[in-house]
């Protein structure tokens, strides 16, 4: 890794504006996944810390949503200038301990710098309502007031972008957070936290704490001080957070797991469909909860598709990401790897075949080959679970009533995405798919400027857009009378 302004690599965690080790000063060893080897080490704390970045969130409170909502807009737009400023820097530090493509992180980069733009801007914009009142000689009014304490929890697969879409509306609307990493990869996140420092953010309103993940977690969700758990990652550790914020009817949002449909009708433009399943099935080497993970395809284009989808594929540089050529990175870790594996061995044994790939790669580590499998069957653990991996199933289909049901056959509902040039068939597929988010004629569609989130199992509540605010928000209603 080079870097220019090295002060952005800490092996501290940020509490109460101050680097500090955990109290035994135990640590945790973070490898680089293309290499496997050791790049650094953060601090591993537990439930003790926690209590003290919570309190110091709390103290910091009255200072922060006291601030008006210009002023804290100020210093958000200044973290945002510093991000991009070190854009280069910060993508090659999430490059080493995350594995992607030095591209998709400069993108990153940016992606997540835009949700600071944004509720910078956003900040001024937090309005009540006036509701005209039944009796004469009163008043309804509505105000929107900062929730408090936020609990943010973020996985290895955006180190960054995740944890500024969590903050800078927390942040921007007047609430404290204290952020909880993944621990695959902190260093993204202790270097947004240089900035911070940088931009203004006064101490303790932003913290950021590795270690164990349980105990932290733990107590961020019992603790009765923090009055909002924000948590993207997977849908069973969002279920075990659930249950602990019941303890103290904490607001919760939650960014779960995906079992993106990605449907092309036999009216598509087939080519722009090939481009839409590449940018949405191996971005991040297929580790992204709104990754396409089954692709069903109208049997009367069926052919064509995979013979171009299949061109396309084969064509995936793999590497170390820090290669300028190279689209496609190692998987995290070996427990990752030893899912798509299994994934595609089941899926073989139940009737499909490997068009592309459908093994590791020869650079060994954490790497796989892109892999297209065609023929999938229902049968496949492929066609309920979620893969995370750079793997695609394929699967024929005859009508658009099949293909709605087969897609719908899920408990997840976040990313969809389908191709068609029908504009009736548009509006029927979108209004039909129960998903959160819905790419017509398209394979990337996240953006800070969308309210990014799911339905059923894959989540609850909003990241992003103007929707994005009202999860730090509490509704406080005024009735004044004898006007
Ligand atoms: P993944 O399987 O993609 O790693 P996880 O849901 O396990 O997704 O991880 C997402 C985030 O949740 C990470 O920051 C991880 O450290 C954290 N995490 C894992 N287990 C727990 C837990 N029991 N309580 C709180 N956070 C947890």
């Not at 509490?15 to 060893?29: D, F, P, R, Y």
């Not at 009737?351 to 790669?361: C, F, P, Q, R, S």
């Not at 496949?380 to 394929?394: C, D, M, N, S």
């Not at 989540?459 to 209603?477: A, W």
Request: net charge neutral; aromatic share 8%.
């Amino acid at each position: 890794m080079e870097i220019k302004n090295t002060d952005l690599f800490k092996e501290q965690c940020y509490i109460n504006g101050e680097w500090v080790n955990s109290n035994n000063n135990e640590i945790i060893k973070v490898n680089n996944p293309a290499t496997l080897e050791i790049i650094g080490k953060v601090p591993k704390c537990g439930a003790e810390e926690t209590k003290v970045a919570i309190e110091a969130a709390n103290t910091s409170w009255n200072n922060w949503k006291g601030k008006s909502a210009k002023d804290r807009s100020i210093i958000l737009r200044k973290w945002f200038d510093l991000i991009m400023s070190n854009q280069e820097d910060l993508a090659q530090i999430m490059t080493i301990e995350q594995g992607k493509p030095i591209n998709e992180s400069r993108g990153e980069i940016a992606y997540g710098a835009s949700f600071v733009e944004l509720y910078a801007e956003e900040s001024k914009r937090v309005y009540g309502d006036i509701i005209p009142d039944p009796l004469l000689d009163r008043r309804i009014v509505v105000i929107k007031q900062p929730i408090g304490v936020v609990a943010a929890i973020t996985p290895w697969n955006f180190p960054s972008s995740m944890i500024t879409r969590k903050c800078a509306p927390a942040l921007a609307v007047g609430c404290p957070v204290v952020i909880k990493p993944a621990s695959q990869t902190p260093f993204s996140a202790l270097a947004l936290a240089v900035l911070a420092e940088e931009a203004g953010i006064p101490k303790g309103v932003l913290n950021i704490i590795t270690g164990n993940a349980n105990e932290i977690g733990q107590e961020l969700s019992v603790s009765p001080i923090v009055r909002k758990l924000s948590f993207t990652g997977s849908t069973k550790i969002g279920k075990i957070l659930l249950s602990q914020c019941a303890s103290t009817v904490k607001k919760v949002s939650m960014e779960l797991g995906g079992h993106a449909p990605f449907i092309v009708f036999e009216d598509a433009n087939v080519d722009d469909a090939v481009l839409g399943a590449m940018q949405s099935k191996f971005r991040n080497s297929g580790q992204t909860c709104v990754c396409a993970n089954r692709l069903f395809i109208h049997e009367k284009i069926y052919d064509e598709f995979l013979k171009k989808f299949t061109v396309a594929v084969s064509k995936i540089k793999v590497g170390n990401g820090l290669e300028e050529d190279v689209v496609s990175g190692p998987l995290i870790d070996a427990y990752s790897l030893e899912k798509v594996k299994e994934h595609v061995k089941d899926a073989v044994n139940t009737g499909a075949k490997i068009a592309v790939g459908g093994d590791m790669h020869e650079l060994g580590g954490n790497f796989y080959k892109p892999t297209i499998i065609s023929n999938v069957t229902t049968k496949a653990k492929i066609t309920y679970e979620e893969t995370f991996g750079p793997v695609a199933p394929l699967y024929k289909f005859k009508t658009e009533e099949e293909v709605i049901k087969m897609a719908n056959n899920t408990p997840y509902g976040l990313a969809s995405y389908f191709y068609s040039r029908d504009i009736g068939r548009i509006w029927r597929v979108s209004e039909a798919l129960e998903y959160g988010m819905v790419g017509v004629n398209t394979g990337l569609t996240s953006k800070a400027e969308i309210p990014f989130g799911g339905i059923k199992e894959s989540g609850l509540g909003r990241e992003g857009s103007r929707y994005g605010l009202d999860d730090f928000l509490e509704i406080k209603y005024i009735n004044m009378a004898g006007i």
